[in-house]
């Protein structure tokens, strides 16, 4: 059982940034790939960006390259989301998830149906 929960969004300007967090609870944090989603408002939930449990491998939703990086540490049982350059279309809530526990130190997962836990998730609001 892995426990999620997500810190620092708010309100801020266009061409901003943020950086967002995740601290996991629960036993064995270095053993979860880990990703990011967001939905926006009136949207669907999607991809944003997942880490493989080493945090070697990275992967990124085509609409956030170049801007957002994920990051993990498995000694503060924490992954984080960079949010730079950030335009009115982020504005959404994020939300952190992991998948099941798993030995590949290179695997990581794009849809939400692979990830087992969530946090409640943290708001962005991007302004002009």
């Known amino acids: 059982q892995v426990q999620l929960v997500e810190s620092g969004g708010g309100l801020v300007q266009a061409g901003g940034s943020l950086r967002l967090s995740c601290a996991a609870s629960?036993?064995?944090?270095?053993?979860?790939?880990m990703g990011w989603f967001r939905q926006g408002p009136g949207k669907e939930r999607d991809f944003v960006a997942a880490?493989?449990?080493?945090?070697?491998?990275?992967y990124y939703g085509d609409s956030v390259k170049g801007r957002f990086t994920i990051s993990r540490d498995n000694a503060k049982n924490t992954v984080y989301l960079q949010i730079n350059s950030l335009k009115p279309e982020d504005t959404a809530v994020y939300y952190c998830?992991?998948?099941?526990?798993?030995?590949?130190?290179?695997?990581?997962?794009?849809?939400?149906?692979?990830?087992?836990?969530w946090g409640q998730g943290t708001q962005v609001t991007v302004s002009t």
């Open positions: 998830a992991a998948t099941r526990a798993t030995f590949s130190s290179t695997y990581y997962a794009t849809r939400d149906d692979d990830y087992r836990y």
């Open positions: 880490v493989s449990r080493s945090g070697d491998t990275t």
């Open positions: 629960g036993r064995a944090f270095s053993m979860y790939p």
